[in-house]
């Protein structure tokens, strides 16, 4: 049974979630969810933007029809070819033959590569600031190339500010009847996994997105819907996005603290973090998090890391170099674009290896990181010496947390 919400008089949500789901794009764990929105808008044409995952197909047949009440559908405006959003272009064609898919070049392109088998008469190509009327409304097309796929475009509702945002301004997690930011606890409830969804999907591509929030800068935007996640449409809320993600695409930080990564498979590592942890909170650094990464999934560790200015790795040695679940956590987070970050170093090695040379390497010779303090190497595990060095490593920590 069809499942839709009004967005407007005319502009109706015919999206859904999959609580099924563990993982999105089978990397990402989610504890609660994932919804895929796309809108049915009725007006003397009918356009419907976007489609959904192969998970929600039929349901979402069934909210397009109702949402239709009858009408046939002119229009499917493709902002993404991704599959969590493309998965039912051949259905709609089928049950609507005389559409028109409007999209641009690269559209076009991946549209051929996901439906080799598909034969696709009636495709509109539109550039950038192309329009469409369709009655009262009026859509405009931007393309935000690599926000976060190279064909990503977006639609600016004219009359009245309407943006049809893509993937940008998503987040992981349901809508669980609530469709509206305003409906939900606002930041609280969503904030910290619209930045995970940014920082794991699009963060790589931060000056694109500036680029798109630059042409944004003069529209009047009263609503945001994007492809997951709940709509924005108050001045505040808005606001609050935008500015979010003004500080994200940035490689800004809005904590001024250490965030610790650790690795230890006999605890005595994690001995040492702790200690620098108590060092640290003792001269006054507060929002310390302490993490072991083994334990928490790199998606919540880098978009733990966007948010701060200090971070501080630890990890031992292992087969004669660094332990590789810190090695492909340091990795990741650099092919995201991790920047502007104060880092410092610990290792452990009972009889050698390059641990701490491998980390160290990930960073030097860049200007986009700075060393703090000398790396502590702890000999097995922490002795006297260990926790001078690390005194002196929170040092130098809380003293670059004053000064910068
Ligand atoms: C599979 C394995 C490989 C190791 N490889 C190295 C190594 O290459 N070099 C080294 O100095 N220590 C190596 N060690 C020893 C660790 O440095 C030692 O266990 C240390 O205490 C680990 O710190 P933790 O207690 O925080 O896990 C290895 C340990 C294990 C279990
Ligand atoms: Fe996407
Ligand atoms: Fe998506």
Redesign the pocket.
Known sequence: MQNTVQVKPDIIWVGGNDRRVNRFENLFPLTHGMSYNAYVILDEKTVLTDTVDRSISVLFMENVKAALAGRQLDYLVIHHMEPDHCANIEAIVQAYPDIQLIGNRNTYKFLTQFYPAFAFNHFITVKEGEELTIGKRTLRFYMTPNVHWPEVMMSYEVSEGLLFSADAFGSFATIDGNLFSDEIYFPEGIIDEARRYYVNIVGKFGSHVLKALKKFSDLNITTILPLHGPIYRTPEHIGQILAAYQNWASYDFDKKSALILYA???????NAVDILASQLAKKGVREIKVYDISDTDPSYLIAEMWQYSHLVFAA?????DLFYKMDALIREALRLNLKNKKVSFIS??????LALKTMQGYFEDDKRFAQVGTPVEIP??VCEGTVDALAALADELSASLTAD
């Open positions: 230890s498979m006999y605890g005595n590592t994690e031992p040695n292992y087969n004669g452990n090695a009972t009889w050698g290896g097995s595990a």
